[in-house]
């Protein structure tokens, strides 16, 4: 009786977690900017508050009117994000550029913030914890953002499915394009390259051509795609487009 319930439980908030993924998708993107911005908010003080937690092993950090390295975390960190463009990137497309700026403006954060402290606050804070603070406070918007890349990546698993063939540059191109389109999911990629075959590109298993026959049989494939380099340069954001 439990494992029935509980199966019921999983698909219903799958379900409300697809549901409100897709209308996530449907936001503007001065919305959109908004709650990447509060979630920046909240997670930098967060991050810090964990730091001088953990280094001094208590809630109770000795700092008083500590608000004002609070506000100083943030105050440090968002305008740098600003500036590397981090709040203007698609969602959908974050990627290495997307973590460069992330760990560049922590960096900064953690960086003023021990200076700041050293020489105009001067609270009895250990220098490891801005060090911890700028590993935590990485992870927490790092988590955020990517966090929120896959949800909306989600909203794209009911969508056609379809076997790549190519596992090159081509067809790395043409999965990830594929990965934020609703329209198509690459389920398999088939390549002649026996160096190829066995490995993963973009989380997807690369296969022998032999296995084609099988692969249809088993996901359900009707359509294939092959990737060309040409076409990879050329392709617009929308597959069908």
Not at 7 to 22: D, N
Request: charged share 15%; glycine share 8%.
């Amino acid at each position: 009786m439990r494992k029935p319930i509980r199966r019921r439980r999983g698909r219903m908030v799958r379900r409300r977690t697809a549901k409100f993924v897709r209308s996530a998708r449907f936001l503007g993107r001065r919305s959109k900017q908004a709650i990447m911005l509060l979630a920046d908010l909240i997670a930098i003080p967060a991050a810090l508050w964990s730091a001088l937690t953990l280094r001094t092993g208590s809630f109770e950090h000795g700092v008083a009117s500590g608000g004002w390295l609070y506000l100083a975390a943030v105050v440090l960190t968002v305008p740098v994000f600003v500036h590397l463009g981090l709040y203007r990137a698609v969602i959908r497309f974050l990627g290495v550029r997307a973590a460069q700026a992330i760990a560049v403006g922590v960096a900064v954060s953690a960086v003023g913030l021990m200076l700041l402290n050293q020489f105009v606050l001067r609270f009895p804070i250990p220098a490891e914890a801005f060090a911890i603070y700028f590993v935590l406070a990485l992870l927490y918007v790092g988590a955020s953002r990517f966090g929120a890349r896959e949800l909306l990546r989600m909203s794209s698993a009911s969508g056609e499915k379809v076997v790549v063939y190519g596992a090159g540059a081509a067809g790395a191109q043409l999965c990830l394009a594929l990965a934020t389109n609703a329209q198509f999911r690459p389920v398999a990629i088939v390549d002649d390259n026996p160096a190829l075959q066995g490995n993963r590109l973009n989380g997807i298993n690369v296969h022998a051509p032999d296995r084609i026959r099988d692969l249809r049989r088993r996901h359900g494939v009707n359509l294939g795609l092959l990737a060309l380099p040409s076409a990879a340069e050329t392709m617009p954001s929308n597959p069908t487009g």
